[in-house]
């Protein structure tokens, strides 16, 4: 796990790459590679790479980076780890490919010489690289299927540039702040920004699942070569045999993709809650003969003697495992204490990360550089209430779409404050004009602040070109394009996949984690993996949320499988509320994705932050 950039200037009349540039650049990722960084500039100063190294496959200078080929064709930058790396190697050393060290991102320039851009269908694990082949004079972006690494590029005609954060891209200091009305509504919206968007204009995230080829001429479009929506669409396609036994076969789709998730050459470690799916990573860790394994879990004074206390009984599941277990106690003061530093590390606003933030600060503090996470589990299981609101909500409402005008006369009738005089939420308001539809009703679902109540938040004009860049309804019905046979579980499975997990909760465990230099590894976010379940309607029949439980053996306690979900949780609704003066009524918010919240994380300067 590292810190890429580079830079290209592609047509012969452009100005050479700037040393001075790249430097700054990779000294804003530092603390993404405390082990080690390095720089490189092509003969005729047209290409640039940096690095920043957290070491965790070959720890020896052979595993530096950037990495060139013996031949000195092909160069790369590479952020990541490759699982299969030493399947492909002895693939590729059959092939006659000789190796001098023992990486992987040895194997991927090797690998791309034996079969160019299509190696990506062939790595197994998180990744974002920048490769040059001097021959072809070509530039090669990719990113992991999924999305668990980011990568973001900025293209001004003349010069294109790529970083593992949007932030460095501005360090650099060559590029213009200016606000993207699309990122910015986006935001307000999802709570995250939704991809390709940023909240600066000229600044793309490339894609999940896609590659960038530039040329001579610049780059093309972003090619997609996996769609989560096509994927599960197979796995349904492949049908439920008659001796099939749905959980055998989860449970041999968890011990593949956790052994998977262990090859490293130092320790890994697990975030160990009291829930289902970190538990069973750390149950089903042990059960493949991992040892001395460190659970980290935290720790929070204001919940002591309340469900949200995790302490009590993760503490059982490490005793039950063996695992030495680590408890890392947060209060109010320590949470305003880090949060210029947290801002400052959140490379795109978010109203989530703040549990991740101090997760991988107390796994940093004893030591830790690898850390495995339950993160993924409820896309896959079925975990969120979504995956019963949402086709619900359309099943109910949809009767009510032959009415043309009647969602947004109800919308206009149900006015914020008469909803509020009802106890309702102000988005209920939308009912009937969102719910009808898959797209419409996740939006009521996962939405911060729906479209409407934007107005009184965001200047009109900008509002306005937002809302037209981004076309909400259509970013989330485009997720579903692939699978439109898809069953309803799938559907969601979809949507939360693409648009929840991968805009917000997988950014957040990367800026999170590496603003630590903590590697997270996400064993349930592995296509591998979700090909290998059963399809969503078994699923659900199956219950796999706890399922789960039973992957382990021993199983998880009956503590553990019997307790209500909570969600891995911080008492930030409680602190922001006492920090606003803001009255948290008779219960306390105790979600992270708040209005308030949102307002802060915005009000910190995002339109035009300091670069550096």
Not at 404 to 417: D, K
Request: proline residues 6%; aromatic residues 8%.
């Amino acid at each position: 796990m590292c810190g890429i950039a580079g830079v290209h200037a592609y047509p012969g009349t452009a100005s050479p790459v700037d040393r001075g540039e790249l430097l700054r650049m990779n000294d804003r990722m530092a603390a993404r590679g405390p082990d080690g960084s390095g720089l490189w500039l092509s003969d005729d100063g047209r290409m640039g790479f940096a690095h920043r190294r957290l070491a965790i496959i070959d720890l020896s200078d052979s595993g530096a980076q950037p990495m060139h080929s013996a031949c000195g064709r092909f160069s790369i930058t590479f952020n990541g780890e490759i699982y299969n790396y030493r399947e492909l190697r002895a693939e590729l050393q059959s092939k006659g490919y000789a190796f001098r060290g023992g990486s992987d991102t040895e194997v991927m320039l090797q690998l791309y010489a034996d079969c160019g851009v299509e190696m990506v269908g062939k790595l197994r694990g998180m990744f974002a690289f920048g490769l040059w082949d001097a021959e072809k004079r070509i530039l090669l972006l990719a990113r992991d299927p999924l999305g668990i690494k980011p990568l973001y590029w900025a293209d001004d005609g003349w010069t294109l540039r790529f970083a593992s954060q949007a932030k460095a891209l501005l360090a650099g200091g060559q590029l213009k702040c200016q606000p993207d009305p699309a990122g910015i509504v986006g935001f307000h919206l999802f709570g995250s920004v939704p991809e390709p968007f940023t909240v600066w204009r000229g600044i793309q995230a490339l894609p999940a699942g896609t590659t960038l080829t530039v040329d001579a001429c610049g780059p093309g479009a972003p090619r997609r070569y996996y769609d989560v929506a096509s994927a599960l669409a197979a796995r349904a396609a492949k049908g439920e045999s008659a001796d099939a036994d749905p959980r055998r076969q989860l449970a041999e789709a968890v011990h593949d993709s956790v052994r998977h998730h262990l090859v490293a050459d130092v320790p890994v470690a697990v975030f160990l809650s009291a829930g289902l799916d970190s538990g069973a990573l750390l149950g089903t860790m042990a059960e493949l003969g991992a040892r001395d394994v460190s659970a980290v879990t935290l720790g929070f004074s204001e919940f002591e003697g309340l469900a949200h206390d995790e302490v009590p009984l993760a503490a059982g599941m490490a005793r039950r495992y063996g695992a030495r277990h680590i408890v890392r106690t947060i209060d109010r003061a320590e949470f305003e204490h880090d949060l210029p530093a947290i801002f400052d590390a959140m490379d795109l606003p978010t109203i989530d990360g703040i549990n991740t933030w101090f997760v991988a600060k107390a796994a940093r503090e004893v030591g830790i550089k690898v850390a495995l996470s339950g993160l993924g589990a409820d896309e896959c299981f079925g975990g969120y209430p979504s995956f019963v609101d949402v086709p619900r909500s359309v099943r109910w409402v949809q009767p009510f779409s032959w009415l043309p005008g009647l969602g947004v006369l109800a919308r206009h009738g149900l006015s914020t404050r008469l909803a509020k005089g009802l106890g309702l939420h102000p988005k209920m308001a939308g009912i009937l004009e969102y719910g009808g539809s898959w797209a419409g009703a996740y939006l009521l679902r996962r939405s911060v602040y729906m479209p409407w109540e934007l107005e009184d938040l965001l200047e009109p004009t900008l509002l306005r070109e937002g809302l037209r860049r981004l076309a909400p309804l259509g970013v989330i019905a485009a997720e579903l394009q692939a699978g439109r046979l898809l069953d309803a579980f799938d559907k969601v499975a979809a949507l939360e996949t693409t648009l929840y997990m991968r805009n917000q909760l997988l950014r957040d465990a990367d800026w999170a984690g590496m603003a630590h230099g903590v590697e997270i590894r996400v064993p349930y976010v592995d296509p591998v993996f979700l090909a290998s379940l059963p399809a969503g309607n078994v699923l659900a029949r199956l219950d796999a949320k706890k399922a789960v439980a039973s992957v382990p053996v021993p199983p998880l306690p009956a503590a553990i499988q019997n307790r209500p979900k909570t969600g891995f949780a911080t008492p930030v609704g409680r602190w922001l509320c006492e920090a606003t003066e803001a009255s948290a009524g008779q219960g306390v918010d105790f979600s992270v994705a708040s209005r308030t919240w949102a307002l802060r994380v915005w009000r910190h300067g995002w339109a035009a932050p300091v670069p550096a």
